[in-house]
């Protein structure tokens, strides 16, 4: 009974995994939004969306979701801590592949930028804080609690208008928390921009990476230092792959050649190969 529920669970598995091809690195990343916490007002969501890094070696799927909305959760008191529980999942899919292989400096990776917005029983909405994370460039498991911010106008009129009216999309450009995607120069300068801490944001993270070059270097029980040394040499590992290929095609056409003589033909090469090591 056991080998055959085993053989059932092995029919839904399968025995092999999709891989990516060669020098491509495929990143899996399932996330949950947990909570916010210390923000000033209730009804509490959060926005969020994924960017790529502005060089060509990431990717995604044109159909990929990299934008969520999560619900509206109301705070409850925890610790003298206003906390709102989301419990809010979400998932995405990229992948890597370096075009300049003289390039030595490290990858990028994407960035997870979020917005915490309020609204009240006026329907009155307000920015609570912006925040970002930068996607673990390690697989596994992390939990991250990332700062919140916002920005503040001087002068007392900004937030009369923030308490009778609200205030939303506080910020032009959302990735402005982190390195505006606009951005172009060695110095970026913030001088004169003014901002509140608000509260924070606790995000729960599960990376998963698959590539060939972790597959060679378990089998040639190699120790890698980085993502790069195991994606190194993209052209010479894709060379190494055709060549493996071709030579499975020939091995096929010989044995499907070998299936087509006949036996006594066979019997006989035999025969004279056992003779001529026995002289």
């Given at each position: 009974l056991y080998t055959r529920?085993?053989?059932y669970l092995t029919?839904?598995?399968?025995?092999?995994?999709?891989?990516?091809?060669?020098?491509?690195?495929?990143?899996?990343?399932?996330?949950?939004?947990?909570?916010?916490?210390?923000?000033?007002?209730?009804?509490?969501?959060v926005r969020m969306f994924v960017e790529m890094p502005t060089t060509s070696d990431w990717s995604s799927n044109p159909n990929e979701q990299l934008f969520w909305v999560t619900h509206?959760?109301?705070?409850?008191?925890?610790?003298?801590?206003?906390?709102?529980?989301?419990?809010?999942?979400?998932?995405f899919e990229a992948f890597f592949k370096k075009e300049d292989e003289s390039d030595v400096s490290l990858p990028h990776w994407p960035t997870l930028y979020m917005e915490v917005v309020s609204v009240d029983f006026w329907?009155?909405?307000?920015?609570?804080?912006?925040?970002?994370?930068?996607?673990?460039?390690?697989?596994?498991y992390s939990e991250v609690v990332c700062?919140?911010?916002?920005?503040?106008?001087?002068?007392?009129?900004?937030?009369?208008?923030r308490f009778f009216i609200g205030g939303f999309n506080e910020l032009e450009d959302p990735t402005y928390v982190a390195i505006p995607s606009t951005f172009q120069g060695d110095k970026l300068s913030?001088?004169?921009?003014?901002?509140?801490?608000?509260?924070?944001i606790t995000v729960k993270l599960h990376c998963i990476q698959?590539?060939?070059?972790?597959?060679?270097?378990?089998?040639?029980?190699?120790?890698?230092?980085?993502?790069?040394?195991?994606?190194?040499?993209?052209?010479?590992?894709?060379?190494?792959h055709n060549v493996l290929e071709a030579f499975q095609r020939a091995r096929?056409?010989?044995?499907?050649?070998?299936?087509?003589?006949?036996?006594?033909?066979?019997?006989?090469?035999?025969a004279m190969t056992t003779a001529d090591s026995t002289t």
């Open positions: 529920h085993t053989e029919s839904l598995v399968g025995s092999e995994f999709e891989m990516p091809p060669p020098g491509i690195l495929r990143l899996v990343v399932n996330g949950e939004i947990v909570s916010a916490k210390d923000f000033e007002y209730d009804n509490l969501s509206t959760c109301a705070t409850k008191s925890k610790n003298k801590n206003n906390v709102a529980h989301f419990s809010f999942p979400f998932s329907h009155r909405y307000r920015t609570e804080g912006y925040s970002y994370l930068l996607i673990p460039s390690m697989p596994g700062q919140a911010w916002r920005p503040v106008q001087p002068g007392l009129t900004s937030e009369l208008r913030r001088y004169g921009f003014k901002t509140e801490t608000t509260g924070s698959q590539s060939r070059a972790f597959q060679d270097t378990n089998n040639s029980k190699q120790r890698m230092w980085s993502v790069l040394d195991q994606l190194g040499g993209y052209s010479q590992q894709s060379a190494i096929q056409r010989m044995q499907a050649s070998r299936d087509t003589l006949p036996t006594n033909l066979i019997t006989n090469l035999q």
